[in-house]
Nanobody, 121 residues
């Protein structure tokens, strides 16, 4: 079965960096689109970074210039490099995957990871 497992979260001071990883298994990685989301308790889930159907990265305005999404097809893993972190970046971060890229961008992906917590103080 399809499984997404995030890792790399933690606590960091403002201005610091973290790199999140999303390891995928159970499907043909190359045929799926990936994306990263975040959510704070009580708030709606927010899209952070995605790959569009051309494989080009798309970022939320709030993270442009600070976050970078990437992927390693050989390892079936996607990454979210987060630099110059701010307190408002504190959230649970989730990766998502679907064969339809628009579904990921719209937050309607079929597959989701369990999340990894990022806390910026």
């Amino acid at each position: 079965h399809v499984q997404l497992v995030e890792s790399g979260g933690g606590s960091v001071q403002a201005g610091g960096s973290l790199r999140l990883s999303c390891a995928a298994s159970g499907y043909r990685y190359a045929s799926y689109c990936m994306g990263w989301f975040r959510q704070v308790p009580g708030d709606e889930r927010e899209g952070v970074a995605f790959f569009n159907h051309n494989g080009e990265p798309i970022y939320a305005d709030s993270v442009k210039g600070r976050f970078t999404i990437s992927k390693d097809k050989a390892k079936s893993t996607s990454y979210l490099q987060m630099d110059n972190l701010k307190a408002e970046d504190t959230a649970m971060y989730y990766c998502a995957a679907d064969t339809v890229c628009e579904s990921v961008v719209m937050g309607r992906a079929t597959y989701w990871g369990q999340g990894t917590q990022v806390t910026v103080s």
